[in-house]
């Protein structure tokens, strides 16, 4: 018997071991690319010095061999394999002769793996400034679209989901009509329990196909949030659903109906999203003078369309902001996400070329009159600095532009923090501790 309860044991703690055992983090080998600047930023005509490193364990690895490109960001105009650095370390200079970024990508591959690395200087990024252009009846076009779906009641319906909601906040999944009866935005929403009016803010979604779980962290006891899907699909539903969506009939949905502006795939997103600030406007819970919107991607862009087509959008918190200045790469210029005319160039694409700027971030980003924060990476090879920082040049009002210059498509911890804290500033929120 004491045997066998010492078995039981052993399993016990060997199973709750595991986890720990099986944890996997970082990698042996690194590699590091470094420009010679601490803001990695750099004056038109200027060099940028780039020192590599290649290690295991912090270590140099020596005779090692590299492949690297360099040049504007999207259009390197130097590549070269098979170099080999016997004492695991190079340098590169690069330089721009107008505003920009200019990027080092350096591949090693060792033991049969690949491991890469790049970094990215900006070259007078304050003077870049978008290639396209406004069409005549850009706010016609979207006064009228606003207008139709506004025909149609909201129709909104509110369900408790209790298994999310706690003592503080009461969670609830949201629907209401898109632009036709029937065609309904869903999302969370998650309002304060403590009985009293709040500032609200509209969450606005990444490029992709997902459940939302409701937001109970940005300001828990003081504001109201609303994080919206855009697909018109409940939102509660088992990762699988979004997943099958998202490789069958919504892959590559970004590209539907964009041969017609009344078509494209987003003119029912960015409905959606001020359809969802009516919705906010409309609860009794909402204090009557701030709403916010925010989003990072495709939520950047969202963001800036949300804020532009809607004046009761007090603040815009936007990360790496993509679909901006589509026609950048008719221009061989690094094009925002999700690169429409960059690999053939727009041939044939004429009508296209013409929707895309009612659909342009760059376009809405001009019409914006609240305060705005921006923050985005030099290193984003998804959303190019080119497109990001271009856009954050045209804004005409208050402004705050964040850099985290080693970040690619994602965000770094203080960066979330800073987010967190200046949505809290506008909305009036103490800080949490």
Known sequence: MIRRHS??????????????????????????????????????????????????????????????????????DVKKQGVLLKDGTMTWKGKMQKPGFYRLKVTARIEGKDYEAWSTAAFSPEKLQPTTTCPADFDDFWSKTLAEARYTSLDAQRTLLPERSNENVN????????????????????????????PALLRVPGAGVRPYSGDTYTSPTGAIVFEIGIHGIDVTQPQQLYDNLMNGALNGYW???????????????????????????????????SIGVTGSSQGGFL??????????????????????????????????????????????????????????????????KCPVWVSF?????????????????????????????????????????????????????????
């Open 303 to 368: 963001s800036y369309a949300t804020a532009a087509l809607d004046n009761r959008i007090t603040f815009v918190a936007a990360v790496h902001p993509a679909l901006c200045d589509h026609t950048a790469s008719l221009q061989g210029v690094a094009c925002g996400w999700p690169h429409y005319f960059y690999w053939n160039k727009g041939k044939g694409m004429e009508r296209e070329i013409a929707v895309s700027r009612y659909y342009d971030g760059v376009n809405f980003a001009r019409r914006i």
């Open 171 to 198: 969670v609830y999944q949201v629907s209401f009509n898109n632009m036709r009866w029937g065609s309904r935005t869903y999302g969370i929403l998650s309002v304060p329990t403590r009985p009293g009016r709040y």
């Open 7 to 76: 078995i039981a044991c052993l399993l016990v703690l060997l199973l709750g071991a595991m986890p720990l055992m099986a944890q996997i983090r970082g990698k042996s080998v690194n590699i590091s690319v470094v420009p010679d600047h601490r803001d990695w930023t750099y004056k038109v005509g200027e060099t940028a010095v780039f020192k590599v490193s290649v290690t295991r364990s912090s270590t140099l690895i020596d005779n090692v061999t590299v492949d690297y490109e360099a040049g504007p960001e999207m259009y390197p």
């Open 255 to 289: 590209n539907f109906g964009m041969s017609s502006r009344d078509d494209s795939y987003y003119r029912r997103v960015i409905v959606g999203c001020v359809r969802a600030v009516d919705y906010i406007a409309g609860m009794p819970e909402w204090n009557g003078k």
């Open 377 to 433: 990476g030099y290193n984003d090879d998804v959303v190019p600095p080119t497109s990001a920082y271009g856009t954050y040049n045209v804004l005409d009002c208050e402004k705050t532009l964040s850099i985290y210059q080693q970040t690619a498509h994602f965000w770094y911890e203080e960066q979330w923090d800073e987010w967190l804290a200046w949505m809290r500033k506008q909305m009036g929120i103490e800080p949490t501790n």
